[in-house]
């Protein structure tokens, strides 16, 4: 087995990588790669059945609920700033659907949806969220795996501070009216 880096890892500038660059990438390259502060961060540990399941149903029950002129997507990053493209798990956004979209701009984003695993646990908790917050992304919800239970952390930007502040935890039933008006037991999520 070689241990050399392939070529395509190495910075294409002496100043390091910038978030058009994931655009340019090969085929070779894990599919789940963010820009964080000019580090790639690839996702290579094999994704859980319950990571995927909330993704997936949450994903539904959202575009369920968006005007047909918003779009929900799954895994897609968003260009923060030059130095920085993460990948949340979901993104609702004011924008319509357009198949040959890479990226959102903060600008078209209304909600980010991580959902935490044992992986991205700093980043999902701690580091995305300040991320978020500098790039003005109104709302964040931040999904736990609570003895196989999916538990809502929601929380909404304020302008004041700058910082996201909790608006609610939700173990039962996800209930909210912004960004979204949406009532979904959360049990539905990993069944």
Do not use: C
């Amino acid at each position: 087995m070689s241990t050399a880096i392939p070529q395509w890892m190495y910075p294409p500038r002496d100043s390091g990588w910038e978030a058009d660059d994931l655009d340019l990438l090969p085929p070779e390259a894990p599919r789940h790669t963010e820009l964080l502060d000019g580090a790639l961060i690839f996702n290579m540990s094999p994704q859980r059945s319950w990571h995927d399941r909330v993704i997936r149903r949450l994903t539904a029950a959202l575009e369920l609920v968006v005007p047909p002129e918003r779009t929900v997507e799954a895994q897609m990053t968003i260009k923060l700033n030059n130095r920085s493209r993460p990948e949340p798990d979901i993104i609702a956004a004011r924008v319509p659907y357009s198949p040959d979209r890479t990226r959102f701009l903060p600008e078209e984003v209304e909600l980010v949806v991580e959902i935490v695993s044992a992986e991205s646990e700093d980043r999902d908790r701690r580091y995305k969220p300040r991320l978020y917050a500098e790039a003005d992304l109104r709302h964040f919800w931040r999904i736990e795996d609570e003895a196989g239970q999916p538990v809502v952390h929601t929380y909404e930007l304020d302008d004041t501070t700058g910082f996201y502040v909790a608006t609610g935890v939700y173990r039962d039933r996800l209930t909210v009216t912004v960004p979204v008006m949406l009532d979904i037991r959360l049990a539905d999520l990993t069944r």
